[in-house]
């Protein structure tokens, strides 16, 4: 089974529900955003169609307009969400699971963003730190998860393929649990620290892994549950709205559905796991061999290795 508490990590969430709402704000308000730029779009299609013989060809494609132009907007503002609320609300949850009392008199999102800046500086390179993590972590997918591998057997390979793939979609918060183990160490080299951290994920990577699977189940099914739940609203919404878009319901069910997931869901995940990963390192040393391996095995993760010699070199040329 786990080895995360169910109970302890909702508690740890309720205590920083400011996150929470924040997150629920800005996800439930880009799938907001998506309804109405997708119906707005199907509308002024529809009418734009009249002008033609094919007022519904055009009523699809506005939606799909609509759809795509605030995709495109929440692709411009990964690096906010990831610098005010990924880090923000990791860097909370960490002082809370380390005993730390919140600074009476400030709110917990003004303190969490001064304790990620005081860590990462601008948000710019939080992001370059979070897409070289991203890329280790598809190394330690291999290293770690190599199913097929273990099972050569010609008619297991369909099997091994399938587990290989639920694997990398568990590794989904390795970022958030690496910056994690930043903010807790306070080093004031977030690329050495970070590779440090990925050693050590790594050299407990079984125990890690299957703690990740679990979540990743719970939270998939739980995400589908909301999926259907949604379904027969949506369906209604959009056949309120002009031209043949009601197979948009389904799409807008999905949209809902990732909502919850990243507003609610996926902060228990991190917390669950941040949990597992602060008590399998308690005590350990990055091992010299996994830092081997992880070299051999990654670009990504020999450029971490060169960012934190610059960054100690750098000082000292100064």
């Not at 390192?281 to 990504?300: C, H, M, T, V, Y």
């Amino acid at each position: 089974m786990w080895d995360f508490s169910i109970g302890r990590t909702l508690g740890l969430l309720a205590r920083t529900y400011p996150f929470i709402l924040l997150r629920m704000l800005v996800y439930f308000g880009i799938t907001f955003a998506y309804l109405v730029a997708t119906g707005a779009g199907a509308a002024v299609g529809y009418g734009v169609g009249h002008v033609g013989d094919d007022p519904a060809a055009f009523s699809i494609w506005g939606g799909v307009a609509g759809f795509g132009v605030v995709s495109i907007g929440v692709y411009w503002v990964r690096e906010y969400l990831l610098y005010i609320l990924k880090a923000g609300h990791v860097a909370v949850m960490v002082e809370l699971m380390q005993g730390r009392p919140l600074p009476a008199g400030q709110g917990q999102i003004a303190h969490a963003r001064q304790v990620v800046t005081d860590r990462f500086g601008e948000a710019n390179l939080l992001f370059v730190l979070d897409q070289l993590v991203k890329g280790v972590i598809r190394a330690i997918t291999g290293l770690v998860g190599g199913v097929a591998m273990i099972l050569p057997i010609p008619f297991l390979e369909g099997l091994a393929k399938f587990v290989n793939t639920v694997v990398r979609i568990s590794l989904t918060y390795v970022d958030e649990i690496i910056l994690g183990y930043n903010i807790r160490i306070g080093s004031a080299n977030p690329w050495e620290t970070s590779r440090q951290a990925l050693v050590l994920y790594a050299q407990n990577g079984g125990r890690m892994v299957k703690n990740a699977i679990w979540l990743t189940l719970m939270l998939y099914i739980l995400a589908f549950v909301i999926f259907l739940v949604m379904l027969a609203p949506m369906a209604a919404l959009f056949y309120i709205m002009p031209g043949p878009i009601a197979g948009w319901s389904f799409v807008a069910a999905i949209v809902f559905a990732w909502a919850f997931k990243a507003a609610v869901l996926e902060p228990f995940a991190i917390a669950a796991l941040m949990a597992v990963y602060f008590d399998a390192i308690e005590g350990q040393a990055p091992n010299p061999e996994w830092d081997r391996k992880l070299s051999d095995a990654s670009a990504k993760f020999r450029e971490l290795k060169e960012r934190a010699m610059a960054a100690v070199t750098a000082p000292a040329a100064a």
